[in-house]
């Protein structure tokens, strides 16, 4: 806007449109006026924390991720923050699930008293929180933890649920890990896309795939301290009314398990079993051993028995675990 002589705004002038049905556009905008019962609010870091903690509520995903930071909290990754999803065009691509998740599983080795332990174990915290099976770490001396790169930790044991066969473990100077991403296990649904993710026979990092067999299972297993794991280093576990991989003892407990066909072998316990998405939706806990079968030919082959404890059960457990508590 220029001004003449007088010192009055002169108005800008515009040249004619290329289509002359088009109208022209108007020669200024005024500014709008604030109503007069309007007043400018300031707003604090409080207000400015909570505005955006609305926005991720609504729309998720990095912003959310954001409030995190904002917040200074190294929180458990929850599905929304997509630490750990894949892109949705990659949405049920076993490679895709695998890189993305693969550095979040660990592999464990637990020194006890009468042997050792393998399991595995998810990474929920980027300064070395693990989940793990409460047998996979019941008893044990010392404990060892292998990330997905080959570097090795010493962890120690925060707490143990074994009415869930849960366990919290930390790495000790661990820093700068990926956290898994905890998914909702109430919209799984039979038939759904699993990957598995863990240490069989020590061997880390290896990746299988099914699907959802069944929900709801229960799945007894021992709360003995003192219970040595079966043959092929099996944990012992009860389904249908039979016992699997040996003797569960005289104490034990049941909780509802996610079926799985998906292949898991020693060593996965305490791994993750994964949606399509990326999202863990629940920790590996039991499995039947085929190399316990006949070698006839109508037995040969992967019985698909599998049990992962459900993701929700493991959220509701954290605040317990992460107080210290052993049962």
């Known amino acids: 806007m220029t001004e003449s002589q007088g010192g009055y705004p002169q108005q800008p002038s515009y040249s004619a449109p290329v289509n002359p049905e088009w109208p022209p556009p108007p020669p200024y905008e005024p500014a709008a006026e604030p109503a007069p019962h309007e007043k400018r609010r300031n707003r604090g870091p409080v207000a400015l ?3 955006v903690a609305i926005v991720a509520a609504a729309v998720g995903g990095a912003t959310a991720y954001g409030f995190q930071e904002l917040t200074g909290k190294d ?8 630490a750990n999803a894949v892109p949705s065009s990659k949405r049920g691509n076993v490679a895709a699930i695998a890189a993305a998740v693969s550095p979040s599983v660990v592999e464990i080795n637990a020194a006890l008293g009468n042997g050792s332990s393998t399991g595995s174990g998810v990474i929920i915290t980027s300064n070395g929180e693990i989940v793990t099976n409460n047998h996979v770490v019941s008893g044990a001396q010392s404990i060892k933890v292998r990330t997905s790169d080959g570097k090795s930790y010493t962890a120690d044991v925060v707490g143990t649920d074994s009415s869930k066969d849960l366990a919290l473990i930390k790495l000790r100077g661990a820093s700068g890990l990926k956290p898994a991403s905890l998914g909702d296990s109430s919209s799984v649904q039979v038939g759904d896309s699993v990957v598995a993710i863990g240490s ?22 021992s709360t003995d301290e003192n219970q040595d794991q079966g043959g092929d280093g099996q944990w012992p576990f009860q389904f249908g009314g039979r016992q699997f991989n040996g003797d569960t003892g005289s104490s034990t407990t049941t909780y509802k398990a996610i079926q799985t066909d998906a292949s898991l072998n020693p060593g996965n316990s305490g791994g993750a079993l994964i949606d399509a998405s ?20 109508s037995d040969a082959g992967s019985i698909g028995l599998g049990f992962a404890i459900p993701v929700n059960t493991v959220k509701s457990d954290l605040a317990k675990l992460r107080a210290g508590n052993s049962s």
Do not use: W
């Open 278 to 297: 990326g999202n863990v939706i629940g920790i590996n806990s039991a499995m039947y051993s085929s190399s316990r079968q006949s070698s006839s030919s």
């Open 75 to 82: 929180t458990v990754a929850s599905a929304g923050t997509a």
């Open 200 to 221: 069989p026979e020590g061997l880390t990092g290896t990746v299988t795939s099914g699907i959802v067999s069944a929900l709801d299972r229960d799945v007894t297993v």
């Open 49 to 51: 924390l909570a505005a």
